[in-house]
T-cell receptor, first 115, second 113 residues
Framework: QQQVKQSPQSLIVQKGGISIINCAYE??????FPWYQQFPGKGPALLIA?????SEKKEGRFTISFNKSAKQFSLHIMDSQPGDSATYFC??????????????FGKGTHLIIQP | EAQVTQNPRYLITVTGKKLTVTCSQN?????MSWYRQDPGLGLRQIYY???????DKGDVPEGYKVSRKEKRNFPLILESPSPNQTSLYFC????????????FGQGTRLTVV
């Protein structure tokens, strides 16, 4: 069964700190790894994504680190702000898998940034 | 503005009373999906559609039906809702090829009593 394992389930970080969320996978057919951000009352929205031919992608304060050999990827939020408080989902796309979008989601991380 | 629109946003219904949650996208996307979100379980795909008249089961299809008669619309049908279908539902669409950004609707919170 295709799975993406996400940890931690919840995370509290002080304002200005670094938030780190980790995901691990087993399926080597995964070829695209997005992170989605969800605010209360809203649908998930794409935050940042990476393909396995690079080890890191940075967009502003958000960075994905990707370790192909370990089959792990992580989201780092630098200088975390209260506005970053949200639920974060990692996902992976299998080009040979089912589903219109082929995405397998992690179970989510509820992030709280304390002022 | 590119968007996926779901209706209704909130719905309380009784067991066994058929209901439909509508989903419409204005981006001319080929791919559309329905997910349910439950605490601790994340997003689980219910059904998906690769194009008009092409639909298939996702991971948790029991108790649900879908149709795709037009490219922009992908309604989710619960013919006999049960309390275990109480959940937050999201419709999503994405363009070809799959694996590009998926756009999600605002969600429909369904309570079945």
């Amino acid at each position: 069964q295709q799975q993406v394992k996400q940890s931690p389930q919840s995370l509290i970080v002080q304002k200005g700190g670094i938030s780190i969320i980790n995901c691990a996978y087993e399926n080597t057919a995964f070829d695209y790894f997005p992170w989605y951000q969800q605010f209360p009352g809203k649908g998930p929205a794409l935050l940042i994504a990476i393909r396995p031919d690079v080890s890191e992608k940075k967009e502003g304060r958000f960075t994905i680190s990707f370790n192909k050999s370990a089959k792990q990827f992580s989201l780092h939020i630098m200088d975390s702000q209260p506005g970053d408080s949200a639920t974060y989902f990692c996902a992976a796309h299998d080009h040979s898998g089912g589903g219109a979008d082929g995405l397998t989601f992690g179970k989510g991380t509820h992030l709280i940034i304390q002022p | 503005e590119a968007q996926v629109t779901q209706n209704p946003r909130y719905l309380i219904t009784v067991t066994g009373k058929k209901l439909t949650v509508t989903c419409s996208q204005n981006m001319n996307h080929e791919y559309m999906s329905w997910y349910r979100q439950d605490p601790g379980l994340g997003l689980r795909q219910i059904y998906y559609s690769m194009n008009v008249e092409v639909t298939d089961k996702g991971d948790v299809p029991e108790g649900y039906k879908v149709s795709r008669k037009e490219k922009r619309n992908f309604p989710l049908i619960l013919e006999s809702p049960s309390p275990n279908q109480t959940s937050l539902y999201f419709c999503a669409s994405s363009s070809s090829p799959p694996g590009t950004e998926a756009f999600f609707g605002q969600g429909t919170r369904l309570t079945v009593v």
